[in-house]
Nanobody
Framework: QVQLVESGGQLVQAGGSLRLSCEAS????????MGWFRQAPGNERELVAC????????YYTNSVKGRFTISRDNAKNTLYLQMNNLKPEDTAVYYC??????????????????WGQGTQVTVSS
């Protein structure tokens, strides 16, 4: 069992930066793939970025490539999302998610078993 708590979301101006954190409880964090998803009002939840168990393999959706960086610190049981050059279209509730133990990257929401409560990111123009 993994419990996830996100933090770091806030109101920021376009062009600004934020770093989201996701603290995980449980002893299996280092053995699971992790991901950041987001959902804007009226939209479906979408994958933003994901990372494999070691941090050696990552995936980004096209709209955030070159602006966002996903990383993890397994010693601290923490997942991060560094977001630079934010745009109004990045406004959404951001969720972190964890898979069941796996060595592979997971890019489908159905592969994730554990979800945080979400943190709001609002980018003003």
């Amino acid at each position: 069992q993994v419990q996830l708590v996100e933090s770091g979301g806030q109101l920021v101006q376009a062009g600004g930066s934020l770093r989201l954190s996701c603290e995980a409880s449980g002893r299996t964090f280092s053995s699971v793939a992790m991901g950041w998803f987001r959902q804007a009002p009226g939209n479906e939840r979408e994958l933003v970025a994901c990372i494999n168990w070691s941090g050696g393999n990552t995936y980004y959706t096209n709209s955030v490539k070159g602006r966002f960086t996903i990383s993890r610190d397994n010693a601290k049981n923490t997942l991060y999302l560094q977001m630079n050059n934010l745009k109004p279209e990045d406004t959404a509730v951001y969720y972190c998610a964890g898979s069941r133990p796996s060595l592979q990257l997971k890019i489908h929401s159905g592969d994730y078993a554990y979800w945080g409560q979400g943190t709001q990111v609002t980018v003003s123009s």
